[in-house]
């Protein structure tokens, strides 16, 4: 079974330039979730989907982040414009269901200059 | 409120030697509880979780936690570690009915050869 997949692994910007990551959750779960890791730190939930609707996105900074799951399967986080304290890995994960395990993809590091 | 200590931000064990990352967890009802490794530049992988069936739970790579109500804890061991075991441990628990995950900050193991 393909495991969750995301691009691209590695991404440099300069501050105030736009970024977007995409995710391919593992086949038939129907909760994607997308999270930042600052380094040394655990991961933050920044949004939850649940197919193609948002269940939670409390910890999203909406003036400068969106996602989006338009068909209920991959997904994409956009960040726009990029912030110094941006810099960090970001995690999709996805999970049968809301209760389920959830599985982590490979990552994306962001490097804002 | 749910929450997770991980009382050791880093851990250094000899090959061989036993492995003991330790987890407490604060929570009103009985909880999930996780672990997962992440390596460098890699994602999250489980490795094992707890979901109220047997106290003793049993994961990859020779891991095992018990979960202790009476001491709030989920303590990670591994009776002889290995050199591939060097990496980041994170226990997490699910938030009840929002399943929620709620990570600890995380344990660097480094082993020694």
């Known amino acids: 079974e393909a495991g969750v997949a995301q691009s691209p692994r590695y991404k440099i910007i300069e501050k105030r330039q736009s970024v977007a990551f995409w995710c391919n959750p593992i086949?038939?779960?129907?909760?994607l979730y997308w999270y930042q890791q600052i380094l040394g730190q655990g991961p933050k939930l920044l949004i939850q989907?649940?197919?193609?609707?948002?269940?939670?996105d409390s910890q999203l900074p909406k003036d400068r982040f969106s996602a989006e799951r338009l068909k209920g399967v991959d997904s994409t986080l956009k960040i726009q414009p990029a912030k110094l304290e941006d810099s960090a890995v970001y995690l999709c994960?996805?999970?049968?269901?809301?209760?389920?395990?959830?599985?982590f993809g490979p990552g994306t590091r962001l490097t804002v200059l | 409120a749910q929450s997770v200590t991980q009382l050791d931000s880093h851990v250094s064990v000899s090959e061989g030697t036993p492995v003991l990352l330790r987890c407490n967890y604060s929570?009103?009802?009985?909880?999930?509880l996780f672990w997962y490794v992440q390596h460098p530049n890699k994602g999250l992988q489980l490795l094992l979780k707890?979901?109220?069936?047997?106290?003793l739970v049993k994961g990859i790579n020779g891991f095992e936690a018990e979960f202790k109500k009476s001491e709030t804890s989920f303590h990670l061991t591994k009776p002889s570690a290995h050199m591939s075991d060097a990496a980041e441990y994170f226990c997490?628990?699910?938030?009840?009915?929002?399943?929620?995950?709620?990570f600890g900050t995380g344990t660097r193991l480094k082993v020694l050869a």
């Open positions: 994960a996805s999970s049968l269901d809301r209760a389920d395990t959830q599985y």
């Open positions: 086949s038939g779960h129907a909760t």
């Open positions: 989907f649940q197919n193609n609707g948002v269940v939670d």
């Open positions: 929570s009103s009802y009985s909880p999930s």
């Open positions: 707890y979901t109220s069936a047997a106290t």
């Open positions: 997490v628990v699910s938030r009840i009915g929002t399943y929620k995950y709620i």
